[in-house]
């Protein structure tokens, strides 16, 4: 893909507490589309009649601009009607860019140092302050995106960043 700067990995592990969707069985089907930009579209495996799903499922997207945040919709399938959201947020990717502008620094730094906490704002959705760490040759970050547009839940996601730059590969798992 031209213009590709990294590919970004999104573990989506868990919705907690998710909204209902199914009101006769008092429970929803859930699963995760993530998407980047206008072209670039990936979903999880359905999860049957529950409210706290868990996926334990990778998503892979290519990094074209780091402005671009990734998005992230849950849904409930139906069968016999169109699929009902559960919920958005969106994954700001430019704090991962800038911790890599540290370049070679970054292999000098013992494992476990916190590079950035990343709080809560506009541009995310995190439910709490969440700290990009550097763990042997990787930038590691575990969040709990709050849902917007639903009456309730949360997904927790991991993120695995490898940047391209100069055609040298950097692995950040975030």
Same mark, same amino acid.
């Given at each position: ?7 970004l ?13 199914d ?13 980047? *930009?206008?072209?670039?579209r =990936?979903?999880?495996k359905?999860?049957?009649?529950? +409210?706290?799903? $868990?996926w ?7 990094i074209?601009?780091p ?13 016999f009607?169109?699929?009902d ?9 430019n ?6 502008q ?6 000098h730094?013992?494992? *476990?140092?916190?590079?950035? =906490?990343v709080q ?5 959705? +995190?439910?709490? $302050?969440?700290?990009i760490?550097?763990?042997e040759?990787?930038?590691t ?32 798992k975030?």
């Amino acid at each position: 893909m031209e213009g590709m700067i990294g590919i970004l990995r999104l573990r989506i592990k868990k919705g907690i507490d998710l909204a209902v969707r199914d009101r006769t069985r008092g429970s929803s089907d859930p699963y995760v589309v993530a998407t980047l *930009g206008d072209d670039q579209r =990936t979903k999880t495996k359905i999860v049957r009649d529950t +409210l706290n799903p $868990e996926w334990e499922q990778d998503l892979t997207l290519a990094i074209i601009d780091p402005k671009v945040p990734v998005k992230i919709t849950v849904y409930d399938k139906d069968t016999f009607s169109h699929d009902d959201t559960m919920g958005i947020a969106y994954v700001d990717v430019n704090p991962y860019v800038e911790c890599l502008q540290m370049g070679s620094d970054l292999h000098h730094l013992p494992v *476990g140092t916190k590079l950035e =906490t990343v709080q809560p704002n506009e541009h995310n959705h +995190l439910l709490e $302050e969440s700290y990009i760490i550097w763990n042997e040759d990787k930038l590691t970050q575990d969040m709990v995106l709050q849902l917007t547009d639903t009456e309730s839940g949360a997904v927790e996601v991991q993120i695995e960043i490898t940047l391209i730059e100069n055609q040298r590969l950097i692995t950040l798992k975030t």
